[in-house]
């Protein structure tokens, strides 16, 4: 919104009307100003910025590459060679184990994991979507009794540290006899604070008209909401969806109070308890890493195809704030 | 956001600046007064019913669960019968004192979970927040290419498992593990990470031969507060504790490095150009004008690094456990371990409320030091964090 008047701003800058005031520095600007031609010393500066990128981005990547890497050797190579970024031999033992396809049998009960952490993160993504835009557009748009209250609890509710609530998330589900099954694990997070919060934010910079018009038409309230609102709303959804689905996926304390079976692992409670806990035996690297790799695999899809798209909405929601 | 403050009679006039620019021609075409009440009657009757789920679920896993933890706390409650019942001994606040100021292993063992926690802030917010502005500067700097690439490769590990990274860093940690094998290539032979109980400072102190790690000094061993000794809390984090910092500034690093993004791209260009225009060098600009600028930014960082830091359990849970010898112990792990490992409830309630204090002072701080732009620090926070996730 403030572009208009920063840019002939910036322009007169670099274009002085006055070359009077401004002559004495040119000579200094050509070497430091940033629109100078390049000398030697900031082009050694760039050189040197590129390396230190260039070098803390492997730092971040190597780890990733290793655990790839790692998921294809066997056991004692993994242990002998554990920088070697060449399987020696190549093998698809791990992957061959996790899906119960190897000689030893499943070490680890992979695929329950794996179906369950696909049907809660579907419930709980189609759950936050919805009931998050329900709530997140009465708190933006429907007047009603209490709503600030409401909303004032919602602010003080997010503040609320997630790990202070692993003992008493624990006690409510033990009392409402919800321990230790689906709905244990997915009913309590249908709902979150954040999501409700981002709703109401794009709600709010929605137009009123748009609805006004749908109501004097004669829709209802829901029906407004519902074929107007909510199609307008898109790039928030997307961005709900996707805040979502990476957030039940990666959960992990919630699953871990909520539940004591096996039947009910997840792929992160599954994974903790095989790496540290009750499953956990040996080494077995490359068959944890793989374990890892593949539970990390649907998020970083996620990731990499719409990274670009979530710059451009949470960009474009906070221009409209 | 307070502009929809006023609850009643704000539909019958929303004030001109609700939902941009929109709200003034919307005024000119509400209808008469009259069905303004019958449509405010029916949406009291809507909002209910949509904000409903949202009530059921937040009220029932968030606010109950806190009632019900509070009256845990003062129970001594072995999660086997009802605690609401009367089965259980009421003890008052005893599970506070255990904690906090009778001797006994209950406090030493909490204190030694505070100590590590320490030193686990004292380590990892300075690093993460530096690290993150850092990159950002590097990362925003106009005469980089790939700057979106570098992005991604920084904050990829923020939207990761926190479970499947620390599994990597398990492997990596080993004693024969990727990161000694690379320190055998600059001649140095790394410590068996996750056995070492060895305290940083101690260990460095020793190195240079001023204290002797395995002999405590007596007046140090000997005197304590709060049942752990001088000796035990100036020891600095164990080796073992370094993984786990050196695996929380690796992975929130990309986090903060998107906050500080968003801020610099706020940072009036103009401003850093008249700077160097004046003669400033880069690095004088970038002190006396930059830095000032992100102040704001710079202190929520922190602030969300301290918040953040208290609550460190994932890492803790996969990597060590606590070991070795209690110095990766942390509250929150500790809270976990007394409930579901020694079924001692209430004392596991009693730990998750300090340590609820011991957070809400953190955030009362950012509160306080942040008052007079609390608004818009808010507000950025809130789309900082849908901005975090989403690039």
Same mark, same amino acid.
């Given at each position: 919104m403030s572009t208009p008047p920063t840019t002939p701003a910036s322009m007169s800058r670099a274009t002085p009307k006055n070359p009077g005031t401004w002559a004495p520095r040119t000579s200094r600007s050509s070497t430091?100003?940033?629109?100078a031609p390049r000398s030697t010393g900031s082009r050694i500066l760039l050189v040197v910025l590129y390396l230190l990128l260039t070098a803390v981005g492997l730092l971040y990547l190597l780890p990733f590459a290793i655990q790839i890497v790692t998921s294809f050797k066997t056991d004692p190579d993994a242990a002998a060679n554990p920088l070697s970024l060449l399987p020696n031999p190549f093998s698809l033992e791990s992957y061959r184990r996790l899906f119960g396809l190897g000689d030893a049998g499943d070490a680890v009960p992979f695929s329950t994991w794996l179906g369950n952490s696909v049907l809660v993160t579907l419930f709980i993504t189609a759950g936050r979507v919805f009931f998050d835009s329900l709530a997140g557009y009465a708190l933006a748009r429907l007047d009603f009794r209490g709503r600030n209250l409401l909303f004032n609890g919602l602010l003080t509710v997010m503040s609320v540290p997630g790990v202070v609530l692993l003992i008493p998330k624990f006690l409510v589900l033990n009392q409402l006899g919800i321990f230790d099954t689906y709905a244990g694990m997915i009913v309590p997070l249908l709902v979150d604070a954040a999501g409700v919060f981002i709703m109401r934010q794009f709600f709010l910079s929605i137009p009123r008209e748009v609805e006004e018009a749908a109501r004097i038409d004669g829709a209802s309230v829901f029906r407004t909401f519902w074929s107007v609102v909510l199609p307008m709303a898109k790039p928030a959804l997307i961005t709900l969806t996707i805040l979502s689905f990476q957030g039940s996926w990666n959960e992990f304390t919630h699953f871990l109070v909520a539940t004591q079976s096996p039947q009910y692992q997840t792929l992160t409670t599954g994974l903790a308890s095989f790496v540290s806990g009750s499953l956990s035996s040996g080494t077995q690297y490359p068959l944890k890493l793989t374990a890892a790799l593949l539970a990390t695999i649907p998020v970083a899809l996620l990731f990499f195809a719409f990274q670009r798209h979530f710059v451009r909405s949470a960009n474009s929601g906070a221009v409209k704030q | 956001m307070s502009q929809y403050g006023s609850g009643s009679g704000s539909v019958a006039a929303p004030p001109a600046t609700a939902g941009g620019g929109g709200s003034a021609g919307a005024k000119g075409r509400r209808p008469g007064r009259g069905s303004a009440s019958g449509i405010k009657g029916r949406q009291g009757l809507w909002g209910w019913l949509f904000v409903s789920p949202m009530v059921l679920v937040l009220g029932l896993f968030l606010l109950l669960p806190i009632g019900m933890a509070l009256w845990v706390s003062l129970l001594n409650w072995d999660g086997q019968s009802n605690p609401f019942t009367g089965a259980a001994d009421f003890i008052g606040t005893d599970n506070y004192s255990n904690v906090l100021t009778t001797d006994g292993l209950d406090r030493t063992l909490f204190m030694t979970s505070v100590r590590n926690n320490l030193y686990f802030v004292l380590l990892a917010v300075p690093l993460q927040t530096i690290l993150a502005l850092a990159l950002a500067v590097a990362v925003n700097?106009?005469?980089?290419?790939?700057k979106s690439l570098f992005r991604t490769i920084f904050y990829f590990p923020s939207v990761t498992s926190s479970i499947a990274i620390s599994t990597v860093f398990l492997f990596l940690f080993q004693g024969s593990g990727a990161v000694n094998a690379l320190l055998k290539w600059v001649g140095i032979s790394g410590p068996k990470w996750f056995t070492d109980a060895n305290g940083l400072v101690w260990t460095v102190l020793g190195g240079l031969g001023i204290? %002797?790690? %395995?002999?405590?000094a007596a007046a140090l061993a000997s005197n304590g507060f709060l049942g752990l000794s001088w000796w035990d809390w100036l020891s600095g984090p164990s080796i073992a504790m370094c993984t786990v910092i050196a695996l929380i500034v690796w992975t929130s690093s990309g986090t903060y490095m998107l906050i500080f993004l968003a801020a610099l791209q706020d940072v009036p260009a103009e401003l850093e150009e008249a700077a160097l225009l004046d003669g400033a060098n880069r690095w004088q600009s970038f002190r006396n004008v930059t830095i000032p600028a992100l102040r704001p930014v710079i202190f929520l960082v922190v602030t969300l690094g301290l918040i953040g830091s208290w609550q460190i359990f994932d890492a803790v849970y996969v990597m060590s456990q606590g070991a070795p010898g209690n110095t990766t112990l942390t509250p929150a792990f500790l809270s976990y371990t007394a409930g579901f490992q020694d079924s001692e409830y209430g004392r596991a309630a009693a730990i998750a409320f300090i340590l609820l204090a011991i957070i809400m002072v953190m955030t009362l701080i950012q509160r306080v030091l942040l008052r007079d732009r609390d608004k818009p620090v808010r507000a950025g926070r809130r789309i900082g964090a849908v901005r975090r996730r989403a690039s």
């Open positions: 430091t100003g940033p629109r | 700097s106009r005469r980089v290419r790939g204290v %002797d790690p %395995d002999k405590p």
